[in-house]
């Protein structure tokens, strides 16, 4: 099992409410990877850090936010959901490099926007 | 699009069978890495092949690359009811920054 986690596990929240996703990681990983995905769908890229003070938009554009403050932390944000923002979230981290190192995956959080 | 394509979408075997999955990407790649998605649950990595190797193996798993058709093949060998789970293949590019780009992934399921 790897040493990243995410909280909470599961999330049901009404329209228009503030949430954070958070995310951490013990494996001292410079790279910190956000991903949204539905079900049975494929992962997309959401953001990025390549490490602290870091951050990157990813492939996949989303309303959400992220902050990279330290080296192990990386929590999204949403500042106002929506029923459209009802996904899974899974936080990732990998080693320094630019080869396509192995990501290391967090359980995962399902939201549910009502 | 960069991402690998899994095919087939589905595959539903019996236990001891063996299961192979296959994957085709776009343009050279840096590496090719395998993934598994249990139901509702995070990315585990399995394997991952360099674009100048031939064939891995790990355990019960065998991942083959050609990189002359640009794909590769995830073979699981006397399959268990404990591997059904989602299969994604992620290539990576080398002008990507080493980014994984998540194609939508082989559902197996492995019947006792």
């Known amino acids: 099992e790897a040493d990243i986690y995410q909280t909470p596990r599961y999330l049901v929240i009404g329209t228009g409410k503030k949430i954070t996703l958070e995310c951490s990681q013990t494996m001292g990983h410079d790279k910190m990877y956000w991903y949204q995905q539905d079900p049975g769908m494929e992962l997309h890229l959401i953001h990025y850090s390549y490490g602290v003070n870091s951050t990157e938009k990813g492939d996949l554009s989303s309303e959400s936010t992220v902050s990279r403050i330290r080296t192990e932390h990386f929590p999204l944000t949403l500042e106002s959901a929506r029923p459209s923002h009802t996904s899974q979230y899974l936080c990732a981290s990998s080693e320094a490099g630019t080869w396509g190192e192995t990501q290391y995956f967090g359980p995962g959080t399902r939201l549910l926007v009502l | 699009s960069q991402q690998g394509e899994e095919d087939p979408q589905a595959l539903s075997i019996q236990e001891g069978e063996n299961a192979t999955m296959n994957c085709s990407y776009k343009t050279s790649i840096n590496n090719l890495q395998w993934y598994r998605q249990n139901s509702g649950r995070g990315l585990v990595h399995l394997i991952l092949?360099?674009?100048?190797?031939r064939e891995k193996h790990s355990g019960r798993l065998r991942v083959t690359l050609d990189t002359s058709k640009k794909s590769s093949s995830l073979l699981i060998t006397a399959s268990r009811a404990a591997d059904t789970a989602s299969y994604f293949c992620?290539?990576?590019?080398?002008?990507?920054?080493?980014?994984?780009?998540f194609g939508q992934g082989t559902e197996l399921s492995v019947k006792p």
């Open positions: 092949i360099r674009s100048n190797e």
């Open positions: 992620a290539p990576t590019y080398f002008n990507q920054g080493g980014k994984l780009i």
